[in-house]
């Protein structure tokens, strides 16, 4: 086993090894305190307790906030529109920002003044990551938070980042060779796509790369695509689960069977329909609190299934384990890393007058996932070619993701059927 996996040791042990009762002590305050800032300085949550009838009074602890509606966050982009720029959701005036990201929907979010929020911290340490590592960052940095984020995460506890965003393989590829990177984040998809270029250009995985722990996020994780990377590259792969919105809620430590609840949030497992928490094991929406005051979310639905257990874990850490993502509560679905809504799909077809009847379908070809607009026209053209890459141009800057384009006779799809069909299969 290599020496970075034998160390004992956890980012904030006073808080990720705590029994249950003294977390809730430690959480409780914190939740009424970020409860009644957004009530004073967030109109738009004020007016979601006014719908239920609540003041900040009546939500004190973690259980409390079962009190609370969910906010999911398709209506994030309906409060936008109705109040640019954040929908009357931010804690604090625009001048104490730092950065305005933007992500599909269009969806803005504010970054606070100074990053202090450690929950990627948290898992990064958890994952094998050490102060002096050198780590490549392979999400995107165009516009959208998450890699800025991992970033100044790494920064945190002392590790040095080289912001790569995506493509370029070989360069990256390069870069990892020459400055024997030690830590990779990124998609499971795009560590496979580098160690297959780098083998095909001749390179021995083991003996000129110097990978020793993965980051992995934003896709699903196959356990047959992870046990052949970390055999491949000689390295530790470990995920977690989090959002752009609301940053990391769980982690995989170095046994893995699940993902710890970070510290310094509150999960939670909730039935779709009532709201109200579920039992261990049961599944239902992961929902999480947050405690920026910048960007106070409370009762966030992710739109992700799961369900949680309270396992012991050989690491120490004693915060109950999401199992896995089981799928969405709605048609939204992510590809590449990033969230596809039906409404940004319709939005594309609609700038397209001969297309009559649309779905846009996801799949999964050498663990890489396909996305492809099968469309039939309204009627015959000669242009089909010229059309085609309209679309696909169209689809890739709407959606932030490259698609493909397929024209079907009229008939093929069958009425009402949905925008998004994922039929990607996970082992």
Same mark, same amino acid.
Not at 108 to 131: C, I, L, S
Not at 247 to 275: I, K, N, R
Not at 326 to 340: A, L, S, W
Not at 368 to 377: A, G, H, K, R, S
């Given at each position: 086993?290599?020496?970075?996996?034998?160390?004992?040791?956890?980012?904030?042990?006073?808080?990720?090894?705590?029994?249950?009762?003294?977390?809730?002590?430690?959480?409780?305050p914190k939740v009424a305190e970020i409860v009644?800032? =957004?009530?004073?300085?967030?109109?738009?949550?004020?007016?979601?307790?006014?719908?239920?009838?609540?003041?900040?009074?009546? $939500?004190?602890?973690?259980?409390?906030? %079962?009190?609370?509606?969910?906010?999911?966050?398709?209506?994030?982009? @309906?409060?936008?529109? /109705?109040?640019?720029?954040?929908?009357?959701?931010?804690?604090?005036?625009?001048?104490?920002?730092?950065?305005? &990201? $933007?992500?599909?929907?269009?969806?803005?979010?504010?970054?606070?003044?100074?990053?202090?929020?450690?929950?990627?911290?948290?898992?990064?340490?958890? =994952?094998?990551?050490?102060?002096g590592d050198i780590a490549q960052v392979t999400f995107n940095f165009n516009m959208v938070p998450f890699a800025f984020y991992l970033d100044e995460a790494l920064n945190l506890m002392d590790a040095v980042s080289i912001p790569a965003g995506v493509g370029n393989t070989e360069l990256q590829i390069q870069v990892m060779k020459d400055l024997k990177v030690q830590g990779y984040l990124g998609t499971p998809s795009f560590l496979a796509a580098i160690a297959d270029k780098a083998e095909a250009a001749g390179l021995d995985l083991l003996r000129d790369l110097n990978l020793k722990v993965?980051?992995? =996020?934003?896709?699903?994780?196959?356990? %047959?695509?992870?046990? %052949?990377? #970390?055999?491949?590259?000689?390295?530790?792969?470990?995920?977690?689960?989090?959002?752009?919105?609301?940053?990391?809620? %769980?982690?995989?430590? &170095?046994? @893995?069977?699940?993902?710890?609840?970070? /510290?310094?949030?509150?999960?939670?497992?909730?039935?779709?329909?009532?709201? #109200?928490?579920?039992?261990?094991?049961?599944?239902?929406?992961v929902v999480a609190t947050i405690f920026d005051k910048a960007y106070p979310l409370i009762r966030f639905g992710t739109g992700d299934l799961s369900s949680y257990v309270n396992d012991t874990c050989a690491c120490g850490r004693t915060s109950p384990k999401l199992t896995r993502i089981?799928?969405?509560?709605?048609?939204? @679905?992510?590809?590449?890393?990033?969230?596809?809504h039906p409404s940004g799909v319709q939005q594309v077809a609609a700038k397209f007058p001969q297309v009559q009847m649309f779905q846009l379908v996801v799949t999964r070809e050498a663990n890489?996932?396909?996305?492809?607009?099968?469309?039939?026209?309204a009627e015959p053209t000669a242009d089909r070619e010229m059309l085609r890459a309209a679309l696909e141009k169209e689809i890739k800057e709407g959606l932030r993701v490259k698609g493909q384009v397929n024209f079907q006779e009229p008939g093929s799809l069958p009425e009402g059927c949905k925008v998004i069909d994922d039929r990607r299969k996970w082992d």
């Open positions: 086993m290599p020496e970075r996996d034998r160390i004992k040791g956890y980012w904030r042990p006073e808080l990720e090894t705590i029994d249950p009762q003294a977390r809730q002590e430690y959480l409780d009644a800032h =957004a009530y004073a300085n967030a109109p738009a949550f004020k007016q979601k307790m006014a719908s239920v009838g609540a003041e900040p009074g009546d $939500v004190v602890s973690v259980a409390d906030l %079962s009190k609370l509606p969910i906010t999911e966050k398709g209506e994030l982009v @309906t409060l936008q529109q /109705q109040d640019l720029p954040f929908g009357g959701l931010v804690g604090v005036p625009l001048s104490k920002m730092r950065r305005i &990201y $933007v992500s599909p929907g269009p969806i803005y979010e504010p970054g606070e003044k100074r990053f202090t929020d450690d929950r990627w911290t948290q898992a990064f340490f958890a =994952a094998g990551f050490r102060p993965a980051f992995v =996020a934003a896709e699903m994780l196959p356990e %047959s695509l992870r046990a %052949s990377l #970390q055999e491949r590259l000689g390295m530790i792969i470990r995920q977690s689960y989090g959002t752009a919105d609301v940053g990391c809620l %769980s982690y995989e430590c &170095y046994h @893995t069977g699940g993902m710890h609840f970070a /510290q310094d949030c509150v999960v939670e497992v909730v039935d779709p329909e009532t709201g #109200q928490p579920v039992a261990e094991g049961e599944p239902g929406e089981m799928g969405r509560v709605d048609q939204v @679905t992510k590809v590449k890393g990033m969230f596809v890489q996932d396909v996305m492809t607009l099968v469309c039939e026209l």
